[in-house]
């Protein structure tokens, strides 16, 4: 496991942006790194993940609006967001997978941040 710190998050009105950091300690960063999210009274919900070999992927949901990328020398990865909308609103996980190929099943994932609050107004 490695440990995930997360920052970025805030409140934001609608079609404004916000770019969350998630820096990783601990173990080794050669994992695919990912961006989950958990609106109240919903489920954890799959983001964005970046493999350790830089392919990336999207929840149908954001795709266009957000764009994840991960910089292997600094052990960090980022979720930049943009056109955010009310319904973006939620806590942002980060989540470290137990392999360098990108999955979007979160029980592929042992290691999770503490969570960062985003919130967009209308």
């Known amino acids: 496991q490695v440990q995930l710190v997360e920052s970025g998050g805030g409140l934001v009105q609608a079609g404004g942006s916000l770019k969350l950091s998630c820096a990783a300690s601990?173990?080794?960063?050669?994992?695919?790194m990912a961006w989950f999210r958990q609106a109240p009274g919903k489920e954890r919900d799959f983001v964005a993940v970046?493999?350790?070999?830089?392919?990336?992927y999207y929840a149908d949901s954001v795709k266009g609006r957000f764009t994840i990328s991960r910089v292997n020398a600094r052990n960090t990865v980022y979720l930049e967001m943009n056109s955010l909308k009310p319904e973006d609103t939620a806590v942002y996980y980060c989540?470290?997978?137990?392999?360098?190929?990108?999955?979007?099943?979160?029980?592929?994932?042992?290691?999770w941040g503490q969570g960062t609050q985003v919130t967009v107004s209308s």
């Open positions: 970046a493999s350790w070999y830089g392919n990336t």
């Open positions: 601990g173990g080794t960063f050669r994992r695919a």
């Open positions: 989540a470290a997978a137990i392999r360098p190929a990108g999955t979007v099943n979160s029980a592929d994932y042992d290691s």
